[in-house]
DNA sequence: GTCTATATCATGATAGAC
DNA sequence: GTCTATCATGATATAGAC
């Protein structure tokens, strides 16, 4: 549009990505076509590969967009935090608000997508497709180290092995939480306040520091399941 | 074989559905082709046709030879509790156990297929297909209800609905304990003790213990984020 | 940058001989 | 019950006019 004039297509390129966010997460990866994302965004079907190159370059960038945004707040939130401490270690549940916060502000965003995107991530770590969770590896990697370091340092009685586990539940108990009511209808058909975006943190918060701080099991003690035990 | 004679085919139906489960794990329902599942198995193309019908068919089959066990195993272990208790409410970790623990030992099971059913169960909670969720519903339902009733009669002070959803949240702690190495690796590539089967519940039990107990939080506050208030 | 038309391939399903 | 051959469909991707 201005003086460059190499960018043209003010909002195709967008459009695609929204739609194929959306239709992502409500279908799957495979199960969406290119027709009907090009159908669904009232543009071409040669476009996206024009846009993108391919289907899989399409899917890399839907993710790219928003985890570029969502690993930064996240480090910000860290940097900020360790920088306030001065050296000393953090208290656990700063640690854990930093990064499960950003990630729920973000799912309680339902006007831009936010929402719709933080369900499609919980759903893709544990997504088949390989590409998929190699590319979100590399994403993560650098974050979840950071937060690693911070937890192991905040929890120096805990073993090592056993923080990393704890922050995998963690990412599972969140990843349900924010598929929210779709899978939740398994467990109860019962009524939801989604209209507060802030109730869903209010919940999972106190859980994940409830698990994240829970007494360890005695090491092997051959209890298997404290049936005679009783 | 015998005297009824109808009966062909001793195993090759059996071999379909260990292939497929194996492969919808690994790649996710709509990724998997019938061509692929066949080939793998060493049957005919046209043999999961005639046995079951449909790929739809097939899929529902996979979930149905395993899910019948697991979910008549879980009401055996309530019943038996809820009998000892003579109509006290339960412990709840007697609860969690009864549930999460039937199913933990079935994802132990990496012999006979039950881990690898295990890790596909965890992914199918999020799938997108919608004819699966609505099956997997309808085949909970009854089991769901029986414990979810057990926990609200256990944990008398805390509201339904927090229950619920920390039954939730369970869940998707223990479907990613249970997707284990692959999503793992996001966080860290650590080496895991697998050979112990019983490893992953003596982790995962007290993280959903701490959380299903965790204090409750303040209902609205308007504290948003404990930024100023701290 | 956008669009039409099409190439190429893989899929789920079935018909019909054995 | 098994197998071959095939149908109809829908997928990704591209070529080439505008």
């Given at each position: 549009m201005s003086a460059t004039d190499q960018k043209q297509s003010p909002d195709t390129r967008e459009r695609i990505l929204d739609v194929a966010e959306l239709l992502f997460m409500q279908h799957g990866f495979e199960a969406?076509?290119?027709?009907?994302?090009?159908?669904?965004?009232?543009?071409n079907l040669a476009s996206v590969n024009y846009h993108f190159g391919s289907k899989e370059a399409l899917i890399q960038e839907v993710f790219r967009r928003r985890l570029t945004w969502l690993n930064r707040e996240r480090l910000r939130e860290l940097d900020r935090l360790e920088r306030e401490a001065k050296g000393a270690p953090l208290k656990p549940h700063l640690i854990v608000e930093a990064f499960f916060g950003?990630?729920?502000?973000?799912?309680?965003?339902?006007?831009?997508?936010?929402?719709?995107?933080m369900r499609l991530l919980g759903?893709?770590?544990?997504e088949p497709t390989e590409f998929v969770r190699n590319f979100l590896a590399e994403e993560y990697s650098a974050v979840v180290e950071r937060f690693k370091e911070a937890l192991?340092?905040?929890?120096?009685g805990v073993p090592r092995e056993e923080i990393l586990?704890?922050?995998?539940?963690?990412?599972?108990?969140?990843?349900?939480?924010?598929?929210?009511?779709?899978a939740l209808k398994l467990v109860t058909e019962c009524e939801l306040d989604e209209k507060d975006p802030g109730a869903?943190?209010?919940?999972?918060?106190p859980f994940l520091l409830g698990g994240l701080r829970a007494p360890l099991a005695e090491p092997q003690a051959k209890q298997k399941n404290a049936r005679k035990a009783a």
């Open positions: 969406t076509s290119m027709r009907t994302i090009t159908g669904r965004a009232g543009v950003v990630a729920l502000r973000m799912a309680a965003d339902t006007e831009h997508g936010g929402h719709t995107f759903r893709t770590y544990t192991i340092k905040a929890l120096p586990w704890r922050f995998h539940f963690m990412l599972g108990a969140m990843s349900y939480a924010i598929s929210g009511t779709d869903l943190a209010r919940r999972l918060m």
